[in-house]
C-alpha cells in the first residue's frame, strides 16, 4: 500500500505541512497553549478542590456519596 494514498498519513502530513507554512499562527497556537494550560492547571488548583478526596476516607465512602447525589 502506498504511503500517499493511507488517508490518516494524509491528514498526518496536511497538519504537518500547515505547521511548517505558518509565521503567525505558530504564536497564536503557543498563546492557546498557554491559556488551556492556566485554565486547566493553574485554575483548577485554586476554584476546584478535590471535594471527595477531602471530604471522605476511603473509595466506598466516595463512591456511596456519588451514587446517593446521582440517584436523588
Known sequence: MDR???LLYRIFRF???GFRSMT??????LIIGIKLFIMFAILKIFFFPNFLKSNFDNDQERSDHVIEQLTK
Do not use: A
Not at 503567525?24 to 497556537?29: F, I, R
Open 15 to 17: 497538519y504537518v505541512d
Open 24 to 29: 503567525v499562527g505558530k504564536t497564536l497556537w
Open 4 to 6: 500517499s494514498s493511507n
